[in-house]
């Protein structure tokens, strides 16, 4: 009996790991995302709401240690350089357990956003609850919203664009196409886009 | 110039020999995978996506191999399709199967960089997270994505049901 139970006990825990492992749900574009208050490397809390002037984001979940990340950091830059001013700064996010993955730890995200002189904020999402409530699932993903009203809506998910290894050869730069369709109040042609990235560290339950 | 010839014929003799240490990797296309993952035939596929720079992929694939050698008589097939640049296959990918003893698993390096013409087309379900493995029974069209790294006995358990 209490064999027969603890069997029951297991597959029932099997059944739901599974159930949840191939997909995470999270948002499609469309959706009202939910703000968050998440650490910046400052100390300082930042939330979707802060800059009363943003007309929307650049959201990207990435992280130090990711060779995608790395290889796609100076196109985040210059994201943030080119529309910042225009009303779409950058918020970057790192969701990955510092524990299992210690280059990506709050003291070494801080290391890395001195280092590489970041112009925007870099967040540690350490409960992973706003990685989980989005859906990102690897590094890195682009979230792209807009402000109407006091709701931020999801207008893009995705790849910043379509040459994970050269920039310059990328036929399909996601991200700024979208940014710049909302800035000329038009609908975003492209709205998801899938690349390769590196799962998310999640921490062991 | 006949000479220069014979030099040049030797040289790439011993660049050959050289990458066969190791099983020699082709470099594929979409088309060729698409292949791989749908000709019919009576094997147990399990494709898993990875690259060199993928610690929890590199984890793994020793895995993939035991299983491979293991349930080759259930006619269990691994294939395991590198995503790394194919510029960096001798410099990286050849020399790491080779580390890693990776004999009965096949291995090939799929050259597509424009990743959203084909992720959902491997499995709508993939979001584009490394590593990402797919399990196939070919004979009965059972088909099975995980976006997860596995240990070795979680592989087992997920492969069980396909041969039976």
């Known amino acids: 009996m209490k064999t027969a139970f603890f069997l029951c006990a297991v597959t029932a825990t099997f059944l739901a790991v599974s159930?949840?492992?191939?997909?995470?749900?999270?948002?499609?574009?469309?959706?009202?995302?939910?703000?968050f208050s998440l650490k910046n490397v400052d100390g300082k809390t930042i939330s979707l709401g802060s800059d009363k002037t943003a007309k929307g984001y650049v959201l990207v979940f990435t992280c130090n240690t990711c060779p995608v990340a790395q290889a796609y950091e100076q196109r985040v830059i210059d994201l943030d350089k080119q529309f910042a001013s225009k009303g779409y700064p950058v918020i970057a996010i790192?969701?990955?357990?510092?524990?299992?993955?210690?280059?990506?730890?709050?003291?070494?995200?801080k290391k890395r956003s001195a280092d590489k002189k970041y112009g925007f904020p870099y967040l540690i999402d350490e409960t992973q609850q706003v990685a989980k409530t989005f859906g990102a699932t690897h590094t890195p993903t682009v979230f792209v919203v807009q402000r109407q009203g006091s709701d931020f809506v999801i207008k893009y998910i995705g790849a910043i664009d379509n040459n994970a290894?050269?920039?310059?050869?990328?036929?399909?730069?996601?991200?700024?196409?979208?940014?710049?369709?909302?800035l000329a109040g038009q609908p975003v042609a492209v709205p998801t886009a899938k690349a390769i990235g590196c799962g998310i560290k999640w921490k062991k339950a | 110039m006949a000479l220069h010839h014979r030099w040049l014929f030797f040289l790439l003799l011993i660049l050959i020999a050289e990458s066969s240490y190791g099983q020699p990797i082709r470099i594929i296309k979409y088309p060729d995978l698409q292949q791989i993952l749908e000709s019919p035939n009576d094997s147990i596929l399990i494709v898993n996506f990875w690259a060199t720079w993928c610690a929890p992929c590199v984890s793994e694939i020793p895995h993939f191999e035991k299983i491979s050698s293991q349930?080759?008589?259930?006619?269990?097939?691994?294939?395991?399709?590198s995503l790394d640049a194919?510029?960096?296959?001798?410099?990286?990918?050849?020399?790491?199967?080779?580390?890693?003893?990776i004999k009965s698993a096949q291995v090939v390096l799929l050259d597509e960089t424009d990743y959203n013409a084909w992720i959902d087309k491997v499995s709508p379900e993939w979001s584009g997270a490394l590593p990402f493995t797919l399990i196939i029974n070919k004979k009965n069209k059972l088909r099975k994505g995980f976006e997860r790294p596995f240990t070795e006995a979680e592989l087992t358990a997920e492969l069980k049901p396909f041969i039976q």
């Open chain 2, 71 to 81: 349930f080759a008589a259930s006619k269990v097939k691994v294939i395991l399709v």
């Open chain 1, 94 to 109: 790192n969701a990955n357990d510092g524990q299992l993955s210690p280059g990506d730890s709050y003291e070494a995200m």
């Open chain 1, 165 to 182: 290894q050269d920039g310059g050869q990328a036929s399909q730069k996601y991200v700024q196409n979208a940014v710049n369709e909302l």
């Open chain 2, 86 to 101: 194919a510029s960096l296959l001798k410099k990286k990918v050849e020399p790491f199967i080779a580390r890693k003893r």
């Open chain 1, 19 to 35: 159930a949840f492992s191939v997909l995470q749900p999270g948002y499609q574009v469309g959706d009202k995302a939910m703000d």
